[in-house]
């Protein structure tokens, strides 16, 4: 008749054990850190290239603008 489980809690954690989780959070956060740079470039880097492109445009030759200087009372 088995009574209580026998689990017992886990031993705990030896200090290599701590210095190596410790490296490894370290690490995790300097690769978060790299890959917010990253991001933070790309998106420079496509709005630089949005940007590029919009010159100044003639509203009253284009195909959709205009129409808001349009007056019909003016002869």
Do not use: H, W
Not at 21 to 37: P, Y
Not at 39 to 63: A, C, H, M, Y
């Amino acid at each position: 008749m088995c009574l209580g489980g026998g689990r017992s809690s886990p031993p705990p954690p030896t200090v290599k054990e701590k210095e190596a989780e410790q490296e490894r959070e370290a690490q995790e956060e300097v690769e978060t850190e790299k890959r917010v740079d990253a991001r933070q470039d790309v998106l420079e880097e496509n709005i630089t290239r949005k940007r590029k492109g919009s010159g100044r445009r003639s509203l009253l030759r284009g195909s959709g603008g205009g129409i808001g200087f349009y007056n019909e009372y003016d002869n």
